[in-house]
Nanobody, 122 residues
Framework: VQLQASGGDLVQAGGSLRLSCLASGRIFSVNDMGWYRQAPGKQRELVATITSGGNTAYADSVKGRFTISRDNAKNTVYLQMNSLKPEDIAVYYC?????????????????WGRGTLVTVSS
């Protein structure tokens, strides 16, 4: 399974970006999908998650500004980011958990995307 994240860019404070993360491979099912971020000099932190049933959870710092969504048919997770602030500057990583077809069995996977950089100018 490979993940390809995209959408990171330089944007002015108050602006918006939409991140996408597409999973490819012999995917049988995708369960939890999530976005994490790592700012310079800081540890990676959870931004938002969404379950296969559509339940979402957000870090307090992004509630009301960010929205996570998923397209199960495309094995894709999105992060709509509005009202961006300089403190949102980070490399954003997607994470997907699910099962892949491995011969005649299903195997669990837990994959990270390579990251996409979001920069917000003040």
């Amino acid at each position: 399974v490979q993940l390809q994240a995209s959408g990171g860019d330089l944007v002015q404070a108050g602006g918006s970006l939409r991140l996408s993360c597409l999973a490819s491979g012999r995917i049988f099912s995708v369960n939890d999908m999530g976005w994490y971020r790592q700012a310079p000099g800081k540890q990676r932190e959870l931004v938002a998650t969404i379950t296969s049933g559509g339940n979402t959870a957000y870090a307090d710092s992004v509630k009301g500004r960010f929205t996570i969504s998923r397209d199960n048919a495309k094995n894709t997770v999105y992060l709509q980011m509005n009202s961006l602030k300089p403190e949102d500057i980070a490399v954003y990583y997607c994470n997907l958990k699910g099962r892949v077809v491995a011969g005649t069995v299903l195997e669990a996977f837990d994959r990270w995307g390579r990251g996409t950089l979001v920069t917000v100018s003040s």
